[in-house]
């Protein structure tokens, strides 16, 4: 039922406009009566984004699931992925949806209504993670507006490209940004697989004089990689 009526919902939209088109005309056309269509749709509006409570759902459900000793900027980023991937996973609803609410302001407004309760479901959970630390709610307000910023960025990437381009390659690109400018474990992610620096590709700084002989800089950096807290200064 919900399905159907999403999808009279669009047809009529795309067909006559957001503004001309009834939730009669919806209900009319999806077989069923005002009733059926208010027990799953407060408003009009709401059968835009049928979608977004399960999304704010997922993420905070996978918030919650953390161990708390993961990083809390790369854990906030990939649960702003499972936004987007529930986009990916209708990509022609998704690029028609985004069609019709550059048309409509009242649907721009309803949309910034549904990315804050993304953003404060994000700041939430750094707060609990920042909690104790200088200026940690600052903090956690700062890189939750980063996720949601560097999601959208991805997001827009590929709806205008249709849904054809790489929506895996824009996210990680885009949370990738963040973690590296916020996290503390910066580009971890990237290292494990094998993309990035990380211990696997260490960059060693050697201090030594123009005198010094070439076999002394390279026992200096063998010494440097045999204990990366070890510092070798000639």
């Not at 009319?28 to 009009?44: C, I, M, T």
């Amino acid at each position: 039922m919900r399905e159907a009526l999403v999808a009279a919902a669009f047809e009529l939209f795309l067909e006559r406009g957001f503004e001309q088109t009834t939730i009669d005309d919806i209900v009319s056309l999806a077989g069923v009566g005002r009733r059926s269509f208010f027990r799953y749709f407060p408003a009009k509006e709401d059968v835009v984004f049928p979608d977004h409570e399960r999304g704010l759902a997922e993420m905070t459900e996978f918030l919650e699931s953390g161990s708390g000793e993961e990083d809390p900027v790369r854990h906030a980023c990939d649960a702003a992925r499972l936004v987007l991937r529930m986009y990916a996973e209708q990509p022609s609803f998704s690029v028609q949806r985004y069609r019709l609410t550059r048309k409509v302001p009242g649907l721009r407004a309803y949309e910034l209504s549904v990315v804050w309760r993304y953003e404060h479901t994000l700041a939430h959970y750094l707060r609990g993670r920042f909690a104790g630390r200088p200026e940690g709610p600052l903090r956690a307000d700062v890189v939750a507006a980063a996720v949601v910023s560097a999601h959208n960025h991805a997001l827009r990437t590929w709806l205008r490209s249709g849904g054809e381009s790489d929506w895996v390659t824009e996210v990680d690109r885009a949370m990738a940004f963040v973690t590296d400018t916020w996290s503390e474990r910066p580009g971890a992610d990237r290292a494990a697989d094998g993309d990035g620096p990380g211990e696997q590709d260490d960059v060693v700084v050697l201090v030594a004089s123009r005198r010094a002989p070439l076999w002394r800089m390279v026992q200096g950096i063998e010494s440097a990689l045999g204990d990366p807290r070890r510092v070798q200064q000639d």
